[in-house]
């Protein structure tokens, strides 16, 4: 395999970094609370990124797992944040292309390229689709619809979305319902504080009674199969973040060093942390795209995992050496370096921790052993 960009994929990033390049500038308010990651969202619209999942039919990118690991690289390295609101609107947007019928694709699609409504996907920000479906929501069939009851205790994008995409166990069936957030039974809590990644619109949610009308269902295919797929790109979309989250910690670290005392530069210790942070971020970035070109739905899960967990033990790695060599003016507040460090561990739990990846992993390699006896 080539593990190159071809030159309309190397054209493609080029566009996004510069694009994208302008949320870092707000990225430490956001974590901080002084503005929050709506903006930063609204200029990923403008640019037309989040419709990587979107059908050209219905003005997206018409992008696959590709365009999604390099624009995540792109918006990690800035803001990850941002980042994981993102990846949850874009693998949103793959559900309803997978599922959802020509009605509701033309209804929603529009909204979700323009960013006039965000969509988060009802799922606890510590579990991946697959640990969890229906996460603790479900739904009667009765005259009027669906009504849907249950909670989930932290939800990714839930304060900035306009539209939850909501997993609901039916009996023993698994449905997916699109819920406006202002309907009638829905209740999001307060944004929480947390390590990393503030700013993400993590609350809870709680359905007490919701009524989904039919028209709001998306059954248009084999729900299992497309959150199997969507729990792929969630893993490549976060590896990308945590790529860039390590690339930001070493362009950083280097910038810094060529502006400090030469004597720095000339520490083996520096230089050790230098290789290996650009060494394991390569590594991790070669990898992410391979599984993103894996065509296999197979092939795809078992890199993925791979990936995602890589690139997060790599990101933690990276963006702790970037504080050591910024010694204590990387500690402080508003630096941007103690950032990247939280958010690197916080990237490791999110959405599937990295022991979630491991057990992905064997599962894979051990697919009769590792499986719970009858």
């Given amino acids: 395999m080539d593990p190159r960009l071809s030159e309309t994929e190397q054209a493609f990033r080029d566009i996004v ?3 994208v390049s302008s949320i870092g500038m707000t990225a430490d308010d956001i974590d901080q609370g002084v503005t929050t990651a709506a903006n930063a969202i609204a200029c990923l619209a403008t640019a037309e990124f989040l419709g990587i999942y979107t059908p050209e039919a219905h003005g997206g990118c018409g992008g696959g797992p590709v365009e999604l690991a390099l624009v995540s690289e792109e918006i990690g390295a800035t803001s990850a944040t941002v980042g994981v ?3 949850g609107h874009m693998v949103s947007s793959f559900l309803l292309d997978a599922l959802g019928s020509p009605d509701q694709k033309q209804n929603w ?6 960013g006039t409504t965000l969509f988060a996907l009802v799922l606890d920000c510590g579990d991946s689709l697959l640990e969890s ?17 249950g909670k989930a205790r932290a939800v990714t994008g839930l304060t900035l979305s306009g539209c939850l995409i909501v997993p609901v166990k039916v009996g023993d069936a698994l449905l997916l319902a699109i819920v406006e957030a202002d309907r009638d039974g829905v209740t999001i809590g307060v944004e929480e504080s947390q390590l990393g990644l503030n700013g993400a619109g993590q609350a809870s949610v709680e359905f007490s009674g919701v009524q989904v009308p039919s028209g709001s269902i998306l059954s248009g295919g084999n729900v299992v199969e497309a959150l199997r797929m969507a729990d792929d790109l969630f893993r490549i979309g976060h590896a990308g973040l945590c790529v860039g989250i390590g690339r930001a910690a070493l ?27 650009a060494t394991e971020t390569e590594a991790s970035r070669l990898l992410t795209w391979y599984a993103a070109s ?5 092939e795809m899960r078992e890199a993925a995992a791979m990936a995602r967990l890589l690139a997060a033990d790599g990101a933690v790695r990276a963006s702790r050496s970037a504080v ?19 958010d690197a561990k916080a990237m490791e739990l999110h959405h599937g921790a990295v ?11 051990l697919p009769d052993l590792v499986k719970d006896p009858p």
């Fill in 85 to 87: 609101v993102a990846v």
């Fill in 324 to 342: 050591q060599i910024f010694g204590i003016s990387g500690n402080k507040r508003g630096s941007g370096i103690e950032r990247l460090y939280r």
């Fill in 109 to 114: 699609f529009p909204v979700a390229v323009d």
């Fill in 294 to 298: 894996r065509t296999g739905p197979d």
């Fill in 133 to 149: 479906p229906g996460c603790g929501v479900s739904g009667k069939k009765e005259a009027g619809g669906l009504y849907l009851d």
């Fill in 17 to 19: 970094r510069a694009e």
């Fill in 251 to 277: 362009e950083t670290s280097i910038a810094y060093l060529s502006r400090a005392d030469g004597a720095l530069c000339r520490e083996q210790s520096v230089q050790w942390m230098l290789a290996d942070m």
């Fill in 355 to 365: 022991e979630v990846q491991q057990l992905a992993v064997a599962g894979e390699l």
